[in-house]
Nanobody, 121 residues
Framework: VQLQASGGGLVEAGGSLRLSCAAS????????VGWFRQRPGKEREFVAA????????AYGDFVKDRFTISSDNAKNTVYLQMNSLKPEDTAVYYC???????????????WGQGTQVTVSS
């Protein structure tokens, strides 16, 4: 499974960004796709995850309805729509694939490269 993350950038507080994670390779649909983030000096943190069917989703506690994860089977892409961004959302965001939809980074077998999100105050 190969994952390619994109969509990061610089945005002002209160703004929005949409991250994309394009998946390819054998049997990638057998895996749930999750987003994690790593803020400076912090451990990697679960953001959200979704199954390719779209019927199963999970979010990190801090998300509080600001972020939405979705899957587009036609484009083999998972999106993370981030609204009402805060400076504390500044981090490198990674997408990853796991056999099960879980919130633990150690359960994810495949990782894409990170994409930097910077939120200015």
């Amino acid at each position: 499974v190969q994952l390619q993350a994109s969509g990061g950038g610089l945005v002002e507080a209160g703004g929005s960004l949409r991250l994309s994670c394009a998946a390819s390779g054998r049997s990638f649909r057998d895996y749930a796709v999750g987003w994690f983030r790593q803020r400076p000096g912090k451990e990697r943190e679960f953001v959200a995850a979704v199954s390719w069917s779209g019927t199963n989703r999970a979010y990190g506690d801090f998300v509080k309805d600001r972020f939405t994860i979705s899957s587009d089977n036609a484009k083999n892409t998972v999106y993370l729509q981030m609204n009402s961004l805060k400076p504390e959302d500044t981090a490198v965001y990674y997408c990853a694939a796991s056999r099960q939809l879980l919130p633990f980074a150690s359960d994810y077998n495949f990782w894409g490269q990170g994409t930097q999100v910077t939120v200015s105050s």
